[in-house]
């Protein structure tokens, strides 16, 4: 009997059918699995890619995982061009700076450190390995073990080093960076099983909450203040003043929070940042971020109170003299010396996205501008000059206008220096014509005695707000200019005719207030006052506050020209606060008239408004400081 096979091949045949079969089972798994060709990690991701290099990740256990306090990626570099006898070596170029604010340090691979002062890590030989890349593994250590989300820029140079034939020991013939200048991938990762945001700002469904309407390009490893000294300056004549703004703040995110992308604090010995006050000092400057702070008081220093305590005080708190918010966007940087001698050559430079605007010389318009203050020859406060304590500290709001505070020390040399803001972005530096800008320190306290003076400390000191005919600047706070800026001069308010002023000038050319100023509505007898207008002769004072009674009576305006302007601020007692603002001191026209028609559209009346003066001033207090925001005086033009 015959058996019909159908279409099925001889057994010889079959054999091989199922084996072909098998494979092709197989190849997808083993693919799917890295076994076979390129290594492929789950939800693979692209970090950095170039026509030469590229650098991939995936998520999850693959490519990051935690080990106590050590975090570590796994990196793929495949490398285009990768052959022997030529070799490439990576380098990794840490922002040091982001690290820092993220609470990362400590940088490895393969076991080599990182360079702390400069952020590099580097060179790594890559292979040729068939396409698939060449593996390397980074290693960070977290500062705490707060839960959180991290990400730092990487900053990424590959160098060709071509060698005399095939000896690998042969010296080096040329290196060559073969990626752009600015070449980086994200270092990202979400710290001790957190689960909010990812360090991308993407939420759990993957959506990415709204970017904020101004943006940092993030600063280099280098001062930002010579960083962006690079961008071309305004051209002559176009601006016609700036004004530091009381209300403007920095650009939070959407969820109005303080955005430290755009409140950024450097500095020179790359000190750690801390996010959680305490009383230690973990290095010779530790640095701590103050994030939309609730909790405001008095930082100043206390005859009576523990140096210990206070500085965690001083750490947590907002203070209450600068401008409020009442929480959000309400934050503020603690430059904390461990001594005298940690002050020593330390530089610091704050950025902020916003600060207020300049007005176009030709269109009139206000246009937004951002600023750096640069804080150096920091100088520690001695003997007489050191009277609340040994705290050693500078503290930063993200507001300019509400200035700095320092305690423990003597004098500070600030740098100022303001930019346009185009698409969110620093584009060019400030550049004022002389007579165009000023900038101007209010509210100058003088601690001396004089004969109606009631409390004292020493012979020739005294705490009295209500001290007046103070002759002499041994304990007064005052500003000296430096370049960029004209002499120093009282305050011309340009809203009256009046030259009234409390300030004097010494023999040796020291501006002082003769008055103390009154920042206590209790004053040294145990009385209280409900308001400044109900102390006795107050009009022989004045109002140490924001927006304060007579401020302009106890400032120097200093006229600034150029595109960076330099100050010297000393204090009086060695627990000082200045405010920091700028003014337009002539009038300014509107472009365009004003049509205002009546009920019955048979009249039409055509005003002309022009805003003589929006000043904004900078004051100054050791621990309680005024910044007048100035009337709008209209004169209307009817026709």
Not at 83 to 99: M, S
Not at 253 to 267: E, H, M
Not at 294 to 305: Q, V
Not at 320 to 336: H, K, L, R, V
Request: proline share 4%.
């Amino acid at each position: 009997m015959e058996t019909h096979r159908g279409i099925l091949p001889n057994r010889r045949l079959r054999f091989w059918w199922a084996v072909v079969g098998l494979i092709a089972l197989v190849v997808p798994y083993v693919t799917n699995m890295g076994l076979l060709a390129k290594t492929v990690y789950a939800a693979e991701k692209t970090l950095y890619k170039s026509d030469r290099l590229t650098v991939t990740a995936g998520d999850g256990n693959d490519w990051k995982w935690e080990n106590g306090r050590e975090v570590s990626w796994k990196f793929q570099f495949i490398d285009k061009d990768a052959n022997y006898p030529n070799k490439d070596e990576v380098t990794f170029l840490i922002d040091k700076e982001a690290a820092a604010k993220q609470g990362l340090t400590d940088f490895k691979v393969n076991g080599q450190s990182w360079d702390a002062k400069t952020g590099e890590l580097g060179g790594f030989e890559l292979y040729y390995n068939g396409g698939s890349g060449h593996s390397l593994i980074l290693t960070a250590k977290s500062t705490t073990d707060e839960k959180r989300a991290v990400s730092v820029p990487v900053g990424l140079s590959l160098t060709r080093t071509a060698q005399q034939g095939a000896k690998i020991k042969a010296p080096k013939l040329a290196e060559t960076n073969l990626l752009p200048d600015d070449a980086k991938m994200m270092v990202e990762a979400n710290l001790f099983g957190y689960e909010g945001d990812d360090a991308t700002g993407e939420d759990e469904g993957g959506t990415k909450p709204d970017e904020p309407e101004t943006t940092l390009p993030a600063p280099s490893s280098d001062d930002p203040a010579d960083v962006y000294a690079k961008l071309p300056d305004t051209k002559q004549g176009i601006v016609d003043g700036f004004l530091i703004e009381r209300g403007v703040r920095t650009t939070p995110g959407s969820d109005n929070k303080t955005d430290f992308n755009n409140f950024q604090l450097w500095s020179s010995m790359n000190a750690p940042v801390y996010t959680t006050a305490d009383a230690d000092h973990k290095a010779p400057v530790t640095i701590y971020q103050k994030k939309d702070v609730t909790a405001t008081g008095n930082i100043g220093g206390s005859e009576n109170e523990d140096d210990a305590t206070r500085l965690q005080y001083v750490r947590s708190t907002y203070h209450n003299q600068y401008e409020q918010t009442g929480g959000d966007n309400q934050s503020a940087y603690t430059i904390s010396f461990e001594n005298d001698a940690a002050m020593t050559d330390a530089k610091f430079t704050v950025v902020y996205d916003h600060v207020g605007s300049y007005v176009d010389s030709v269109t009139k318009e206000h246009h937004p501008i951002g600023a750096t203050m640069t804080i150096s020859n920091v100088t520690p406060a001695a003997g007489d000059h050191l009277q609340l304590g040994d705290m050693h500290f500078i503290d930063v709001p993200n507001n300019l206008y509400s200035g700095v505070m320092y305690h423990g020390i003597e004098s500070l040399d600030i740098k100022l220096q303001f930019y346009t803001l185009v698409d969110g972005k620093f584009a060019e530096r400030i550049d004022v014509d002389e007579g165009d800008g000023h900038v101007t320190f209010s509210l100058l306290n003088n601690f001396g005695r004089s004969a109606n003076s009631s409390s004292s400390v020493g012979a020739d000191f005294s705490w009295d707000q209500l001290s007046t005919g103070i002759n002499n600047s041994k304990y007064a706070e005052t500003v000296f200019g430096g370049a960029g800026t004209l002499a120093a001069q009282p305050y011309d308010d340009p809203t009256t005719d009046s030259d009234d002023t409390f300030m004097q000038k010494d023999a040796a050319g020291v501006w002082y207030s003769t008055v103390h100023g009154v920042y206590d509505l209790t004053d040294v007898n145990g009385t209280s006052y409900k308001s400044y207008l109900d102390i006795p002769n107050y009009q022989d004072n004045f109002e140490d506050s924001l927006g304060g009674t007579n401020f302009q009576m106890a400032a120097l305006q200093s006229p600034v020209s150029g595109d960076a302007y330099n100050f010297t601020l000393r204090t009086g007692d060695g627990n000082t606060w200045q405010t920091i603002s700028a003014a337009v001191m002539h009038p300014l026209e509107l472009t365009q008239t004003h049509k205002l028609v009546t009920t019955d559209d048979t009249t039409i009346q055509q005003r002309l408004v022009m805003l003589r003066l929006k000043s904004q001033v900078i004051c100054t207090r050791r621990t309680w400081q005024s910044h007048l925001l100035m009337t709008e005086s209209l004169i209307l033009h009817t026709g």
